[in-house]
Every structure is written in structure tokens, then in C-alpha cells.
């Protein structure tokens, strides 16, 4: 299948400054040889136009396939040919979770630093196996090129109070249940393990660090905290 691929490898994010352990990540990433391979760095005022602008790029290069690859993903050598595997088998979209920043009390049941996925009723979970999901993250997927065209435009939308510019939900939880409605779920593969970059790296031991301090007190949440909002 990949005799004739092209790929963009779309980084959406538009400052001058990245993660060096990200950069050298992506720099070692193995491929298939006779892939086709172009990187993007998308440019825009928040992610959802980021990503839009990744997809226009994919969709004027005439690239087959796009990889959504964020700048602060530190990924191993294999990354891409794992992900790939589940392509040639006909898992498309397929992605992976990375531990969240810090810990979300309005989702029951979470714990800091959590890889989450969410079910029809908001509930979020890690999934122990290879599945299609609901609602899920966008942090690095591959998707067809060709799956946009069959979406309706915004593709990728926030949810925000207009009055104070809170964000309300994310785009990752509008895109993955609009891809659910189209009837092409997104996969995920638990087994594929990004690490997740902040002030260290974040891998999916974090999130059993502070069981002995669970449940964690809750605190009143702010205007500025996102909860998931189950959409019809």
C-alpha cells in the first residue's frame, strides 16, 4: 500500500520555539522507504485553525494521508510504522493517548495525569485495548486525506463563551464524535505510548504516582475549566 503513498506530517503549531527531546524524536522516525514524505508546520490563531490549516496544505499537496503529530509529543523510532500497521489493516483514522497535564476533578472517577478517552455519557476511561472510541484525543492520529472531503467544514471547532472566551469544550471532542456520527470512528491503539512534554515528560506511569493521595480533594472549579459536553 505504501508504494505510492504520500504523506504530510502536519505539526500544528506556529512558534519558532520547540521541545529539543520532540524535535530530536521526530527526527529519528523510521518510515517506510518508498513513502513519499513532507512536513508541515501549520500556522494560526488557535489549534482548531491549525489544524484546518493542515488539512488545506494535505489537500493542495494531494498527500494521501496526513499524520497530526503535536510539537510537544516525544515519540519513539517506531511510532509511525506501528500506526501505519493498523492502516494497511483498514483501522482508519487510527491514534494514540498521551497522560493529560494535571488532573480534571469534574470527570468522576479521573486521576492526575490520566491517558483519557470518554464514553457517550462523558465518562472517561483508558482503554486496556485496541478499540474505536467516541470521544478521544487528537494529540497524534493519522487520517486519510480523503475523510475531509466527506466531512462537513468547520472540521475542527471550539466551544467558548463568547461573553469571556472560556473555552467550553474541546475540538478534540467535537472531532472524534463527528468522525463516530460519520460512521469512521477513530481507533486507538493503548499499546502505542507517546510521551506527553511539560516541564518533564510525561509517561503513563504518572498516573498510579499518586494513588495514596486519592480521591483527590475537589476544588471549585473556574470559568476557565473544560468539561466534556456529550453532543447529539
Not at 64 to 93: C, M, S, Y
Not at 118 to 132: C, V
Not at 205 to 225: A, E, V
Request: glycine fraction near 4%; charged fraction near 25%.
Amino acid at each position: 500500500m505504501d508504494k505510492s503513498v504520500k504523506l504530510l506530517c502536519v505539526i500544528p503549531w506556529n512558534s519558532p520555539f520547540l521541545w529539543a527531546k520532540s524535535v530530536s524524536g521526530f527526527l529519528n522516525l523510521l518510515f517506510p522507504p518508498t513513502m513519499s514524505i513532507g512536513w508541515y508546520l501549520a500556522s494560526g490563531w488557535c489549534s482548531a485553525r491549525r489544524k484546518t490549516v493542515g488539512v488545506e496544505m494535505a489537500i493542495q499537496s494531494e498527500a494521501d494521508f496526513i499524520w497530526f503529530l503535536d510539537a510537544d509529543q516525544v515519540v519513539e523510532q517506531e511510532t509511525f510504522l506501528k500506526l501505519w500497521d493498523h492502516v494497511i489493516a483498514g483501522r482508519n483514522p487510527i491514534g494514540t493517548m498521551q497522560p493529560c497535564r494535571g488532573y480534571f476533578p469534574q470527570f468522576e472517577g479521573s486521576k492526575p495525569f490520566q491517558p483519557m478517552c470518554w464514553d457517550e455519557h462523558g465518562k472517561p476511561f483508558t482503554p486496556e485495548k485496541l478499540q474505536t472510541v467516541m470521544y478521544g484525543s487528537l494529540n497524534c492520529f493519522i487520517i486519510a486525506t480523503d475523510t475531509f472531503k466527506r466531512l462537513e467544514r468547520p472540521w475542527f471547532q471550539e466551544r467558548f463563551d463568547e461573553t469571556t472566551m472560556a473555552r467550553q469544550s474541546s475540538l478534540d471532542q467535537h472531532f472524534t464524535k463527528k468522525l463516530w456520527d460519520a460512521g469512521m470512528p477513530l481507533w486507538v491503539d493503548p499499546s502505542i505510548r507517546p510521551k506527553h512534554m511539560d516541564a518533564m515528560e510525561l509517561d503513563w506511569s504518572f498516573q498510579n504516582r499518586f494513588d495514596d493521595l486519592m480521591p483527590c480533594k475537589k476544588q471549585p472549579l473556574s470559568s476557565d475549566s473544560v468539561k466534556l459536553e456529550v453532543l447529539s
